[in-house]
């Protein structure tokens, strides 16, 4: 089959790699769509310092089922949960799956991922795609159920005041998430396009040339895909507010967070979320992701997509295999 190899400093197109092994309880699987992700870009600068198949995010379709013979369906399309836990240790015994200290992460740590023919992946990580969701907009159920994170660790957001720092892919949907339980939401971004986009979308855009942190913020999303995203959202949140950090960066952070004690701010890691909300928002046409996509590329042309997702103003980059 073929696939994009990483190998710690290169990033090739290999024509003839080997096919993953299934294992019991897995399912093979063919990616009909997949998008390349600022993660992606950051392992390309040495995040998590992982050699093999990258990418995590993805359309995928049942090509056989080991060990399970029930659900899915060989022929059904859906999309996967990235953490693969052991099951058997103290943080899966408490439901936190996510946070399995074994755990294998798809296309990010230990495991290959989506930009490839085939992968694998743990039959209990998949969820049906709903027949009324394209391809096109399957593809974003991960980078979206990331966004619906933040509402299972702030639940109440109605009528805040809302910033988004970063105006890319997944800032966009994180700002749509928010706007979408109520929140006032501001996106704060340099490219022009975006800001467009965002204003488009329903939210208030602005500059960042124009914008003064000026502490007031009840929430403050930090999605800006760099390394100085964080001391603009310590100047930016209220004190007691709250600080929500998706950003994850090869680059070390260099910033005093006496500001965080000071000003009492509640700060929220948040990663992975849940699928079903984000499914279901894609169904209903609640999150609009169509405009996010800027290109789309075959696999064969898979290191003129990276190179394409790298330029400034890019927003989602697809690759069909």
Same mark, same amino acid.
């Given at each position: 089959?073929?696939?994009?190899?990483? &190998?710690?400093?290169?990033?090739?197109?290999?024509? &003839?790699? +080997?096919?993953?092994?299934?294992?019991?309880?897995?399912?093979?699987?063919?990616?009909?769509?997949? #998008?390349?992700?600022?993660?992606?870009?950051?392992?390309?600068?040495?995040?998590?310092?992982?050699? #093999?198949?990258?990418?995590?995010?993805?359309?995928?379709?049942?090509?056989?089922?080991?060990?399970?013979? =029930?659900?899915?369906?060989?022929?059904?399309r859906v999309v996967a949960e990235i953490?693969?836990?052991?099951?058997?240790?103290?943080?899966?015994?408490?439901?936190?799956?996510?946070?399995?200290?074994?755990?294998?992460?798809? #296309?990010?740590?230990?495991?290959?991922?989506?930009?490839? &023919?085939?992968?694998?992946?743990?039959?209990?990580?998949?969820?049906?795609?709903?027949? +009324?969701?394209? &391809?096109?907009?399957?593809?974003?159920?991960?980078?979206?159920?990331?966004?619906?994170?933040?509402?299972?660790?702030?639940?109440?957001?109605?009528?805040?005041?809302?910033?988004?720092?970063?105006?890319?892919?997944?800032?966009?949907?994180?700002?749509?998430?928010? *706007?979408?339980?109520?929140?006032?939401?501001?996106?704060?971004?340099k490219h022009e396009g975006k800001l467009?986009?965002?204003?488009?979308?329903?939210?208030?855009?602005? *500059?960042?040339?124009?914008?003064?942190? =000026?502490?007031?913020? =009840?929430?403050?999303?930090?999605?800006?895909?760099?390394?100085?995203?964080?001391?603009?959202?310590? *100047?930016?949140?209220?004190?007691? #507010?709250?600080?929500?950090?998706?950003?994850?960066?090869?680059?070390?952070?260099?910033?005093?967070? *006496?500001?965080?004690?000071?000003?009492?701010?509640?700060?929220?890691?948040?990663?992975?979320?849940?699928?079903a909300p984000a499914l279901t928002a894609?169904?209903? $046409?609640?999150?609009?992701?169509?405009?996010?996509?800027? +290109?789309?590329?075959?696999?064969?042309?898979?290191?003129?997509?990276?190179?394409?997702?790298?330029?400034? $103003?890019?927003?989602?980059?697809?690759?069909?295999?």
């Amino acid at each position: 089959m073929r696939a994009l190899q990483w &190998d710690g400093h290169t990033l090739r197109l290999e024509p &003839d790699h +080997a096919p993953p092994e299934l294992r019991p309880g897995w399912v093979r699987l063919r990616t009909r769509l997949a #998008g390349i992700c600022s993660t992606d870009l950051q392992i390309f600068q040495g995040y998590m310092g992982f050699t #093999g198949v990258p990418g995590h995010e993805a359309v995928l379709e049942v090509l056989e089922v080991a060990g399970d013979p =029930d659900h899915p369906q060989v022929g059904e399309r859906v999309v996967a949960e990235i953490n693969f836990a052991c099951g058997a240790c103290t943080a899966c015994a408490r439901g936190l799956e996510r946070h399995c200290p074994h755990r294998t992460v798809l #296309g990010i740590l230990g495991a290959d991922g989506v930009f490839a &023919d085939e992968v694998t992946a743990p039959l209990v990580n998949l969820h049906r795609v709903p027949a +009324a969701v394209p &391809d096109e907009a399957a593809v974003f159920a991960e980078p979206l159920a990331a966004a619906f994170e933040i509402l299972e660790q702030v639940p109440h957001v109605g009528g805040v005041e809302a910033l988004v720092l970063g105006d890319g892919k997944l800032g966009l949907l994180c700002a749509q998430v928010l *706007a979408a339980s109520g929140a006032r939401v501001t996106v704060i971004g340099k490219h022009e396009g975006k800001l467009r986009l965002a204003g488009e979308l329903g939210l208030t855009p602005l *500059a960042v040339d124009a914008f003064h942190p =000026d502490g007031a913020h =009840d929430l403050v999303v930090e999605a800006t895909g760099s390394a100085r995203g964080l001391e603009t959202a310590m *100047a930016a949140v209220r004190p007691r #507010g709250t600080l929500v950090l998706k950003t994850t960066v090869a680059a070390q952070h260099s910033v005093s967070l *006496a500001p965080l004690v000071i000003n009492e701010v509640t700060v929220v890691g948040s990663r992975c979320g849940p699928f079903a909300p984000a499914l279901t928002a894609l169904a209903e $046409g609640r999150v609009h992701v169509a405009p996010l996509i800027s +290109a789309e590329y075959p696999l064969d042309e898979g290191l003129a997509a990276v190179e394409r997702a790298k330029v400034p $103003g890019t927003l989602k980059v697809l690759l069909r295999p």
